[in-house]
């Protein structure tokens, strides 16, 4: 007998029929891709998906323009080695054109939502295949793995489509679309054996490095040209990694010495903390408050 | 969210606790134990990449201690980290108890708190050093058919819940019929609240013995059994002290066991074409083997077109091999130049599946909006969509006393009836009994886009 695939062989065969499906099934897809480490995995997995053709949909961006330049070097670098299109739409653009408006030091991380809405509109597309998965928040673990949206982007948690066996329903009418999720069923221990396993190169900030930051609620907050001190903070440099990467002004790196994927998933195993626990100033702000932004068509 | 949660802890208290309050001071003791253990304790090492998945479902009613089995299961193979821990606790404290109430894990969404009702299946996941997990906890009251059978679905294995002080209960019964229906070969009835019947064996031996007796008809394949007390810890993942008489496998070590993938890869091979790639020449098929295993060289049955063929090449997501296996993502290539696109099936040549234009299936309604008798509809089996209609409804199943009742021929969410089906094109199908992945269906409602209905085909 053969020994059993590993849990990862089976994490990946589910992705990759889930991507050939959208391929088979939508129209307009996109691949929402940041750069950030699950969207490298998500386009690693469409890379083997469709090997040795080319990945047969475009990469989307939704920018805040507040990015770690790093990771802005990978997306684009990705981009190019696969020639896959990448499109970027930006919350900027959004708010010169009014659709967003920010109170003061307010994150453009939430905006994202608007902006994906109008890039949906805008590029007609059916469908937008993202990283999430189910186990970083309680609010994903009812996600659907084809997540349909209405005319306004809307997430109804009482009203998802039914999803059994492996019977996936993309199908929408005019104005609507799916969000497809095929990394539901990995957890972030997964997300970084598959990293490790693939040898995917990520943006160095997700190792240890060196980082000025100050302590915040229990956080520790990147110093940077977007977010000074504040009045009374001390600023330390230590060794950091970030967990996740989102906007600069809402992401916080946790103190580490992890310089490879290995020493990562050692860390990983041994956390104590969930990934937006630790790293996510919006998530924190109410329990509740990553169902309101999906609700509001946010990933 | 304190507003909120005032009317959780009235509903909370009222339903989950019911029946449990006369031992709270017997519920503060044994909780407070692991509660304070927790943060002590690391998480386990996990082998990378030599564990396989096992999905499983967990059913039971409100009050028979799910939420506390899931968290039991998700606290002690060290998955709830310290944040979670906290909002855990101080939820706990807010709603009265002492110490961190693990059933307030599997607590949903807002929209929910709000009504203080579930709405949907969840999924959770867990690892231990031998394998990867992934529950569908499914509520047990509220629309359950619909959410029992979208978690059953997937499910390879079922952990039925039982209460020990009450044994076998009508709501037992129907989890049992449904894990059965959906074609889980493995169940596990976990008899809970040992700690209410003094930990009696015998008490343990009647609930085995009545759910034997109404099981024995079904002929699941394989029936299990395990007594345990999720409050306290005993038998889900530590055996505890107070069951000395039980020899077998705790609850945990069941699902380490169990090996559903096993039974697919011994069936004929299976295979529907996602995509048809033009790559330097050669078509490839894209797709995911159903069932069974090809090698290269194998003579292969195309459908519709009729065709015989071999398998040129097999390239996995590594390269290519001689060989793959149910549940493999590849893309295949055949002999032959042939008309295949999207929807097709490459089958074992000798033993191929039935290519059919009717059916006969155990139909699960899961819309609101009731079946249009003669109303066009959409069939999604496996990668091939066809329209369809119901053509005549046999009987429904009273899901109360698990009969046939004839006279009926419109459906409403939650009905489960034999109907014939007539398609538009056919499909290339086995039975649901002999083959869940080439035997199951949906149907779309063709006008709003929704998933209206699940199919078995008999």
Request: glycine share 6%; aromatic share 6%; charged share 25%.
């Given at each position: 007998m053969t020994p059993d695939r590993s849990h990862l062989d089976w994490l990946e065969s589910e992705a990759v029929f889930i991507l050939r499906e959208v391929a088979g099934e939508c129209a307009r897809p996109v691949l929402l891709f940041s750069g950030g480490k699950d969207s490298l995995v998500l386009l690693r997995l469409a890379e083997k998906a469709f090997r040795p053709g080319r990945v047969p949909f475009p990469l989307l961006h939704i920018d805040t323009g507040h990015n770690f330049p790093e990771v802005l070097e990978c997306r684009d670098r990705r981009a190019a080695e696969l020639g896959v299109r990448l499109l970027v739409r930006s919350v900027e653009g959004s708010m010169r054109r009014g659709s967003v408006r920010l109170r003061e030091g307010e994150s453009r991380n939430a905006a994202q939502s608007v902006t994906l809405l109008e890039a949906i509109?805008?590029?007609?597309?059916?469908?937008?295949?993202?990283?999430a998965r189910r186990d970083e928040e309680k609010a994903r673990a009812k996600?659907?793995?084809?997540?349909f949206r209405d005319t306004f982007g809307q997430w109804d948690p009482r009203n998802q489509r039914p999803e059994l066996w492996d019977l996936y329903n993309p199908r929408v009418g005019a104005g609507e679309h799916v969000r497809v999720f095929p990394i539901s069923n990995w957890t972030e221990l997964d997300v970084w054996q598959y990293i490790a396993r693939e040898k995917l190169e990520l943006p160095s900030i997700y190792y240890a490095h060196r980082r000025a930051v100050v302590r915040r609620n229990g956080l520790l907050a990147p110093v940077t040209g977007l977010t000074p001190p504040r009045a009374g903070e001390a600023v330390e440099e230590l060794w950091v990694r970030f967990r996740t990467v989102g906007d600069v002004s809402c992401t916080c790196p946790v103190a580490s010495r992890a310089a490879t994927p290995e020493e990562v998933i050692a860390e990983t195993a041994?956390?104590?903390?969930?990934?937006?626990?630790?790293?996510?100033m919006d998530d924190r702000t109410s329990e509740a408050s990553m169902e309101r932004r999906k609700r509001e068509g946010y990933f | 969210m304190s507003t909120d949660d005032a009317g959780v802890l009235a509903f909370k208290n009222g339903l989950r606790f019911f029946g449990r309050e006369i031992h709270p001071a017997k519920k503060a003791e044994i909780m407070e134990r692991p509660a304070e253990?927790?943060?002590?304790?690391?998480?386990p090492p996990h082998e990378g990449g030599n564990s396989t998945v096992l999905r499983f479902i967990t059913c039971g009613s409100v009050d028979d201690g799910k939420s506390t089995l899931i968290g039991r299961l998700l606290h002690d193979t060290r998955q709830i980290l310290e944040d979670q821990f906290a909002a855990l606790a101080q939820a706990s404290r807010r709603r009265g108890f002492a110490a961190a109430d693990l059933s307030l894990v599997t607590d949903g969404l807002e929209a929910e708190r709000e009504q203080g009702i579930t709405i949907d299946v969840a999924y959770r996941y867990f690892a231990t050093p031998r394998r990867k997990f992934i529950i569908a906890d499914t509520p047990g009251h509220e629309q359950y058919t619909r959410n029992m059978v979208t978690g059953a679905s997937t499910a390879g294995a079922a952990v039925l819940l039982a209460d020990a002080s009450k044994g076998l209960l009508a709501q037992g019964?129907?989890?049992?019929?449904?894990a059965h229906l959906l074609g889980i070969r493995e169940i596990v009835v976990a008899v809970n609240k040992m700690d209410l019947v003094d930990h009696d064996e015998r008490v343990f031996d009647a609930v085995r013995a009545s759910f034997a007796a109404f099981a024995a008809p079904l002929r699941i394949p394989s029936l299990r059994f395990v007594p345990v007390c999720a409050l306290a810890g005993e038998m889900v993942v530590a055996r505890g002290a107070r069951m000395p008489w039980y020899r077998g496998p705790t609850l945990l070590e069941i699902l380490e066991g169990i090996e559903p993938e096993r039974a697919a890869r011994a069936r004929p091979f299976r295979f529907s074409v996602q995509l048809v790639q033009r790559a330097s020449g050669a078509r490839r098929y894209l797709g995911r083997i159903a069932a069974g295993a090809v090698r290269k060289g194998d003579e292969v049955l195309v459908l519709p077109a009729s065709r015989r063929t071999r398998v040129a090449a097999i390239h996995t997501l590594e390269g290519e091999r001689a060989v793959a296996r149910a549940g493999d993502s590849v893309a295949l290539a055949l002999a032959d130049e042939l008309d295949v696109s999207r929807g097709d099936s490459?089958?074992?040549?000798?033993?191929?599946?039935?290519?059919?234009?009717?059916?006969?299936?155990?139909?699960?309604?899961?819309?609101?909006?009731?079946?249009?008798?003669?109303?066009?509809?959409?069939?999604?089996?496996?990668?091939?969509?066809?329209?369809?209609r119901v053509a005549g409804v046999a009987h429904v199943v009273d899901i109360h006393a698990l009969e046939p009742r004839a006279g009926r021929s419109s459906l409403a969410m939650n009905d489960i009836a034999r109907v014939a089906l007539?398609?538009?094109?056919?499909?290339?199908?086995?039975?649901?009994?002999?083959?869940?992945?080439?035997?199951?269906?949906?149907?779309?409602?063709?006008?709003?886009?929704?998933?209206?209905?699940?199919?078995?085909?008999?």
């Open positions: 509109e805008e590029l007609q597309l059916d469908a937008a295949i993202g990283g996600e659907r793995v084809f997540s041994a956390a104590r903390v969930t990934e937006r626990g630790a790293t996510r | 253990a927790a943060p002590d304790l690391a998480r019964r129907r989890h049992l019929y449904l490459i089958a074992h040549a000798a033993q191929p599946p039935r290519a059919t234009r009717e059916l006969d299936a155990t139909l699960v309604w899961l819309a609101e909006q009731p079946l249009a008798p003669r109303a066009r509809y959409l069939l999604k089996h496996t990668t091939r969509t066809v329209g369809a007539e398609l538009a094109q056919p499909v290339f199908a086995d039975t649901y009994a002999e083959e869940r992945a080439t035997g199951a269906f949906i149907l779309i409602d063709a006008a709003s886009g929704h998933t209206a209905a699940a199919g078995m085909i008999r």
